[in-house]
């Protein structure tokens, strides 16, 4: 059964701790992403790679870093120096250079500031 | 600086008419644009698409109208069906720049 498998659905982060949200998939993808939501905010795009050992820094980058070290996984970490991490965080994946339709989505992962 | 913008957080629509989502945006070299649908807690799905040569793709009852002088698109469902409860997001990427660009979403309501 293919998809994309976001880990853990709840995440609580305490002051000045990083936390590492996982995004497996089996959709044999090369290009995967990280986007946040926050309410009345849209998606927006954190990190992106297109291929193994090589991402490119989105839209609001700063606070998180990525790893691509296999073509299924695209950890995403939200260090102490994200201010603001509480949002809903979605993975996504798509064939490279089909991007459009074929972006397929997880379920994402709320992360809670205690 | 909001390159896609859905100005109407929310709608709310009778069962049996038409939902118009609407959405604008400012970047020219968009040449490939997207609905997604998105219910609480999850993922969102892919809706329909329409390339900048088009400037109709219908789906079943889902149609998306293009208007390029304007930079404007809409979406419209008819007829409006309970199911269709949820955020809508606008999308719009440059193809060979491989990565899209969301709008904030406007959430539709179907009235019984």
């Known amino acids: 059964d293919g998809g994309i498998t976001q880990s853990p659905k709840y995440l609580f982060r305490k002051e000045g701790q990083n936390v590492t949200l996982s995004c497996e998939q089996n959709?044999?993808?090369?290009?995967m992403y990280w986007y946040r939501q926050d309410p009345g905010q849209g998606l927006r795009l954190i990190y992106y790679?297109?291929?193994?050992?090589?991402?490119q820094k989105g839209d609001i980058a700063e606070g998180y870093s990525v790893s691509r070290e296999k073509k299924e996984s695209f950890p995403l970490t939200v260090t102490s120096a994200q201010k603001n991490p509480t949002a809903f965080y979605l993975c996504?994946?798509?064939?490279?250079?089909?991007?459009?339709?074929?972006?397929?989505f997880g379920s994402g992962t709320q992360l809670s500031v205690l | 600086d909001q390159q896609v913008k859905q100005n109407s957080p929310s709608l709310s629509v009778q069962e049996g008419r038409i939902s118009i989502l609407n959405c604008d945006y400012t970047?020219?070299?968009?040449?490939?644009f997207l609905w997604y649908k998105k219910y609480p807690a999850e993922g969102p799905t892919f809706l329909i698409s329409?390339?900048?040569?088009?400037d109709k793709n219908e789906d079943g009852r889902f149609t998306v109208f293009l208007n390029k002088s304007a930079k404007h698109l809409s979406l419209h469902i008819v007829p409006s069906q309970p199911g269709d409860s949820a955020v809508y997001f606008c999308?719009?990427?440059?193809?060979?720049?491989?990565?899209?660009?969301f709008g904030k979403g406007t959430r539709l309501h179907i009235l019984p």
């Open positions: 996504a994946s798509s064939i490279r250079g089909e991007l459009n339709e074929k972006l397929f």
């Open positions: 959709l044999n993808h090369d290009a």
């Open positions: 790679s297109q291929i193994v050992n090589d991402f």
């Open positions: 970047n020219s070299m968009f040449d490939y």
């Open positions: 329409i390339s900048s040569i088009k």
């Open positions: 999308a719009a990427s440059v193809r060979r720049d491989d990565k899209i660009i």
